[in-house]
């Protein structure tokens, strides 16, 4: 079975623009986290998507956001980029019907904000 | 507040013993962990997990220990190798609020 994938794998841009990330989750999975890591922070919560509804959404500005399509695929939308929004994206995917259970991560998009 | 943090930032441990790797958790209402390890230039890979209703759990070569009572998450790798020489994190999830919480990691270094 293929695990979760992430396109692109790096990417870079320049201050105010805007950037769309894809994630396509393992084939069964229904729910997509997303999470940003850096070195100062850390892996942290963006938000979550269950059968195209955001389930939950962490501590970020409106600037960040995401959706999911029918066919569970995501992608995250960060616009306006800022120099501090340079970082690793991960996706991660689970079946997560209800209550928490394994998530299993991509590889990550590097982002990098010039 | 609600957080889950790891005890040493940095682990070296000869190759062939065994590796503790420790974690402390703030929110009383968790009901699930899990430990990843995260290799350079890749996302995070699923260790093992626990639920609350349990206090020990194995896998190959890996056991994860939860004590509720301190809050406090352990991860035992036997017979460490080269190979385990990475970044682990413990995370936690309340109950319904489909997210996981991290901790700061542990970066462990096997000498050969």
């Known amino acids: 079975k293929a695990g979760v994938t992430q396109t692109p794998r790096y990417l870079i841009k320049t201050r105010g623009q805007q950037v769309t990330l894809s994630c396509s989750p393992i084939?069964?999975?229904?729910?997509v986290s997303w999470y940003q890591q850096t070195p100062g922070q850390g892996l942290q919560f963006l938000f979550e998507?269950?059968?195209?509804?955001?389930?939950n959404k962490g501590n970020f500005p409106g600037r960040f956001s995401g959706r999911q399509f029918s066919n569970s695929r995501s992608e995250m939308n960060v616009s306006t980029l800022e120099l501090g929004d340079s970082a690793l994206y991960l996706c991660?995917?689970?079946?997560?019907?209800?209550?928490?259970?394994?998530?299993?991560f991509g590889p990550g998009t590097r982002l990098t904000v010039t | 507040g609600e957080s889950v943090g790891l005890h040493l930032p940095t682990l070296s441990v000869q190759e062939g013993d065994n590796s503790i790797i420790n974690c402390a958790y703030s929110?009383?209402?968790?009901?699930?962990f899990i430990w990843y390890k995260q290799e350079s230039g890749k996302g995070p890979q699923f260790i093992i997990d626990?639920?609350?209703?349990?206090d020990k759990r194995q896998g190959q070569r890996v056991t994860v220990l939860l004590n509720k009572t301190v809050k406090h998450l352990s991860l035992q790798i036997a017979a460490t190798q080269p190979g385990d020489s990475a970044v682990y994190f413990c995370?936690?999830?309340?109950?319904?609020?489909?997210?996981?919480?991290f901790g700061a990691g542990t970066t462990v270094t096997v000498r050969a």
């Open positions: 991660a995917s689970s079946l997560a019907g209800s209550g928490p259970d394994e998530q299993y």
């Open positions: 084939s069964g999975h229904r729910s």
């Open positions: 998507y269950f059968s195209e509804t955001q389930r």
């Open positions: 929110n009383s209402a968790s009901d699930y």
């Open positions: 626990i639920r609350s209703n349990m």
């Open positions: 995370a936690e999830n309340g109950s319904n609020d489909y997210k996981l919480s």
